[in-house]
Nanobody, 119 residues
Framework: QVQLVESGGGLVQAGGSLRLSCAAS????????MGWYRQAPGKQRELVAH???????NYADSVKGRFTISRLNAKNTVYLQMNSLKPEDTAVYYC?????????????WGQGTLVTVSS
């Protein structure tokens, strides 16, 4: 099994920056891709950014040009650098890993870290 632990959330003013980190442990060899999702109050969880083992990335349109996802495989860690933050980026951010187990692709979630952007 894989475990994910996020860190780096907090309160920041609009226009500021934060970097989120997600450390994976356990059966990390089973991970095929990792990503970040977020859920704002009263809204559904949505994809923010995603990176595969091969380094391919994709981003939600709302964060393109402002957020960057990166991954240090040697450290089993994925990062989300968030610049030019806006109040609408306020949400709980969740780390996600897609794993391969016996032909199935179970997903693993972290506990979430709160990002609050003040106007």
């Amino acid at each position: 099994q894989v475990q994910l632990v996020e860190s780096g959330g907090g309160l920041v003013q609009a226009g500021g920056s934060l970097r989120l980190s997600c450390a994976a442990s356990g059966s990390i060899f089973s991970i095929t891709a990792m990503g970040w999702y977020r859920q704002a109050p009263g809204k559904q969880r949505e994809l923010v950014a995603h990176i595969t083992n091969g380094g391919s990335t994709n981003y939600a349109d709302s964060v393109k040009g402002r957020f960057t996802i990166s991954r240090l495989n040697a450290k089993n860690t994925v990062y989300l650098q968030m610049n030019s933050l806006k109040p609408e980026d306020t949400a709980v951010y969740y780390c996600n890993a897609v794993t391969v187990v016996g032909g199935l692709y179970p997903e693993v979630w972290g506990q979430g870290t709160l990002v609050t952007v003040s106007s």
